[in-house]
């Protein structure tokens, strides 16, 4: 309901777009809002992962989310800012926009795993930790407390982190990740620097509400990820096409009608070829083998039995991310 509710202001905001900002613009904006909201998709897989790792409680997950999603919205405005600010300096940054677009496409087709979300392997998490101890186990919802603390600290209260507050900055650092990659692609198609901020808001005012109402399907995606590799691809050529104009002597812009028509048929050919896949089932074959390896079952698989539990804290082996942290308490 709250993802309909988010598509649909979505949508009033585009008639609106449409209406005042000429057509055009209005393109821009649907284009560029169906092309975040399904690199939004795309990512949401990603957090199931970083959820499984730390084992965060179902009931815990909107907080950590809501948090992420502010964070969001304040580092990609600043991304967003400085990246129109420099095409608008320099107009042959988009042309480096526009390769590292394809590179990143071929990147998304050619790797076989997701990476292991691991405290440790997060640069960020390695640096607070420095400065402030870690809980080694769930503190209710709170992201910090007070506690006893060890070695020199001893007897005194002090200032603790818990497991999920390193769950947040995992999540804000992906997400930072993801917008290296989004905001360049958003740029191919609008400089608009008002119509790239809006749609990325739009997209990711309703991360929170799709995450929980398609965590359960997303496996039924099977070849989402190759449709956003076709149409990444296709804005990073879009972008470097006037580099051939000097030699075809033609105006080689790609307008946006054309751009929109595009991402939209890759899009759906993309979708409807996974439904095809994956009906009867709602399970891809890869990605359940990138969820959970071959020679592990579900009880040893955190990701997927931290969606099917109803709060519980799982310990030990199952829960990487939280056992790395119970490694390192004693160094406090």
């Known amino acids: 309901m709250q993802v309909a509710l988010f598509v649909g202001v979505a949508i009033a905001f585009n008639i609106g777009i449409y ?121 209710g919802d709170a992201f910090f407390v007070r506690k006893p603390g060890t070695g020199a600290k001893a007897g005194k209260l002090i200032l603790w982190a818990t497991p999920m507050f390193i769950a947040l900055l995992v999540v804000e650092t992906t997400d930072i990740v993801f917008a290296v990659d989004s905001i360049p692609a958003i740029l191919g198609i609008t400089t608009n620097a008002f119509i790239v901020y809006s749609s990325n808001v739009f997209a990711v005012l309703g991360l929170r509400s799709m995450y929980f109402a398609l965590s359960h399907i997303l496996g039924a995606f099977c070849y989402l990820k190759y449709g956003l590799a076709g149409v990444l691809s296709f804005v990073g050529i879009k972008m470097l096409l006037p580099l051939t104009e000097p030699i075809t002597g033609m105006d080689m812009h790609v307008p946006v009608e054309w751009s929109l028509v595009v991402i939209v048929a890759i899009l759906a050919v993309a979708i409807g070829a996974s439904l095809l896949k994956t009906r009867g089932t709602r399970t891809c074959p890869v990605i359940q083998r990138k969820v959970c390896p071959v020679g592990k079952d579900v009880n040893t698989c955190s990701a997927l039995r931290s969606l099917e539990e109803k709060g519980e804290v799982c310990e030990g082996a199952n829960c990487p991310g939280v056992e790395k942290l119970k490694e390192d308490e004693g160094e406090h």
């Open 19 to 139: 209406i005042w900002m000429g057509p055009i613009t209005g393109i821009e904006f649907t284009a560029g809002y169906l092309l975040e909201l399904m690199l939004s998709v795309d990512n949401l897989f990603v957090f199931i992962l970083i959820f499984g790792a730390f084992c965060v409680p179902r009931r815990d997950q909107h907080k950590v989310l809501f948090y992420g999603i502010i964070g969001a919205l304040v580092f990609r405005m600043a991304f967003i800012f400085a990246g129109v600010t420099l095409v608008e300096r320099f107009e042959w940054i988009l042309y480096i926009f526009g390769a590292f677009l394809i590179i990143t496409a071929i990147n998304m087709v050619r790797n076989k795993e997701e990476k292991e979300r691991s405290p440790d392997k997060n640069i960020l998490v390695r640096l607070f930790r420095k400065f402030m101890p870690v809980t080694s186990d769930y503190e």
